[in-house]
């Protein structure tokens, strides 16, 4: 669902949206701007969802492994 939202910012800056991201796009390119800043994505179900990946989590224990290994050296 949208809402619909009003700003009021300076009109240089105005004209320089219109003039650089189009007049019927800046909506979208004020959302994909902010979207990151404030919309937060749940993690418990990304890393769930990484984690059915089999070659995937083979290959990042495998990763994680021989990281370990490089650090040994660095006991003592």
């Given at each position: 669902?949208?809402?619909?939202?009003?700003?009021?910012?300076?009109?240089?800056?105005?004209?320089?949206?219109?003039?650089?991201?189009?007049?019927?796009?800046?909506?979208?390119?004020?959302?994909?701007?902010?979207?990151?800043?404030?919309?937060?994505?749940?993690?418990?179900?990304?890393?769930?969802?990484m984690?059915?990946?089999?070659?995937?989590?083979?290959?990042?224990?495998?990763?994680?492994?021989?990281?370990?290994?490089?650090?040994?050296?660095?006991?003592?």
């Amino acid at each position: 669902m949208q809402k619909k939202l009003t700003i009021t910012i300076d009109e240089e800056v105005y004209e320089g949206l219109h003039k650089t991201i189009g007049p019927r796009k800046i909506s979208r390119f004020v959302q994909e701007l902010v979207r990151p800043h404030v919309v937060r994505p749940d993690l418990d179900l990304a890393y769930a969802e990484m984690a059915k990946d089999k070659k995937r989590e083979k290959g990042a224990i495998e990763w994680a492994e021989a990281t370990f290994r490089d650090t040994d050296h660095e006991k003592g």
